[in-house]
Nanobody, 115 residues
Framework: QVQVVESGGGLVQPGGSLRLSCAAS??????MGWYRQAPGKERELVAS???????NYVDSVKGRFTISRDNARSAVYLQMNSLKPEDTAVYYC???????????WGQGTQVTVSS
């Protein structure tokens, strides 16, 4: 059974930093990524990383966010620096199984950027 669990969200002031963590289990995972959904908006891809380490970022976070992963732990991380109020959203981890081809979601973690 595949499980995906996020942690690390919270409240931070503008300009601050947060680090999100995601641990997946129950399969071997190819691409892993972080998505976010703000109130009234569609879920969007924030960053993704392949098993070999190739990364992709949405333009709005380039230079501020860094995605990384630990294949041995089936874990993916999102270091978020210089946070802005518009980064406020629920952040979701997605892990794509290399065995079944299915994508699996975590339960989400709230990130709020406010003074």
């Amino acid at each position: 059974q595949v499980q995906v669990v996020e942690s690390g969200g919270g409240l931070v002031q503008p300009g601050g930093s947060l680090r999100l963590s995601c641990a997946a289990s129950g399969s071997i995972f190819s691409t892993m990524g972080w998505y976010r959904q703000a109130p009234g908006k569609e879920r969007e891809l924030v960053a993704s990383i392949t098993r070999s380490g190739t990364t992709n970022y949405v333009d709005s976070v380039k230079g501020r966010f860094t995605i990384s992963r630990d294949n041995a732990r089936s874990a993916v991380y999102l270091q978020m620096n210089s946070l802005k109020p518009e980064d406020t959203a629920v952040y979701y981890c997605n892990a794509h199984s290399a065995i079944s081809g299915d994508g699996y979601w975590g339960q989400g973690t709230q990130v709020t950027v406010s003074s």
